[in-house]
């Protein structure tokens, strides 16, 4: 199988911008979480879709937005970039098929610099 | 929210059992204790999940108290490939995570001497 796949992997911004982050899960995976990482604040929880549905949310700014589509393929988006938003943006699929185990397989990341 | 707390780092030489150990004092019965290893400029890779008591695979051992407050991962003979940050999460794996998902906390970084 394919491992989690995102696009792309680095990506410069300038303040102000915005930008769309893409993630592509294991095939079959049904939910899909977003993290953002940088070195003050460590791994930190932005969402998590599962079959379309956004189920869970971290603590983030409504500037912070994703989606998933049918395929369970999903994008984030941040608008008005702030130079705080300067990360490396994690995807992670899981199947999530319950029965007390769940593994997330994390995709390489894009690293975002916002100048 | 069930919160983790862990050293901030550790030392070991090559050939030596790692213990890390995880407080989770807070945690909920539908919680499940998880082990991430993360190297620089990668993203996490799973180590080892468990629910109570002991869990171990080819890699990896996970102690769990009764109480479930706290965790203890146990690398057996690690080597320098060993070097890494190691994350210790809690949360309802059945539902992505609970309201918070999944959380993070800034993990241990384990060094591995020779």
């Known amino acids: 199988k394919a491992g989690v796949t995102q696009t792309p992997r680095y990506l410069i911004k300038t303040r102000g911008q915005q930008v769309t982050l893409s993630c592509s899960p294991i095939?079959?995976?049904?939910?899909v979480s977003w993290y953002q990482q940088t070195p003050g604040q460590g791994l930190q929880f932005l969402f998590e879709?599962?079959?379309?549905?956004?189920?869970n949310k971290g603590n983030f700014p409504g500037r912070f937005s994703g989606r998933q589509f049918s395929n369970s393929r999903s994008e984030m988006n941040v608008s008005t970039l702030e130079l705080g938003d300067s990360a490396l943006y994690l995807c992670a699929s899981s199947s999530n098929s319950g029965g007390g185990y769940n593994e997330q397989f994390f995709g390489p990341g894009t690293r975002l610099t916002v100048l | 929210l069930a919160k983790t707390t862990q050293p901030i780092s550790m030392d070991s030489y090559e050939g030596q059992e790692v213990n890390i150990t995880c407080s989770h004092n807070n945690i909920a019965t539908n919680d499940y204790i998880t082990w991430y290893q993360q190297f620089p400029s990668q993203g996490p890779r799973f180590i080892i999940q468990?629910?109570?008591t002991k869990v171990t695979n080819e890699v990896a051992s996970l102690f769990i108290p009764a109480d479930r407050k706290s965790s203890t991962l146990s690398l057996p003979r690690v080597s320098l490939s060993d070097t890494a940050v190691y994350y210790c999460?809690?949360?309802?794996?059945?539902?992505?995570?609970?309201?918070?998902?999944?959380?993070f906390g800034k993990g241990t970084h384990l060094i591995i001497q020779p």
């Open positions: 468990g629910y109570k």
């Open positions: 095939s079959g995976h049904r939910s």
């Open positions: 999460l809690v949360g309802d794996i059945n539902s992505g995570g609970g309201a918070d998902g999944l959380t």
């Open positions: 879709y599962f079959s379309e549905t956004q189920r």
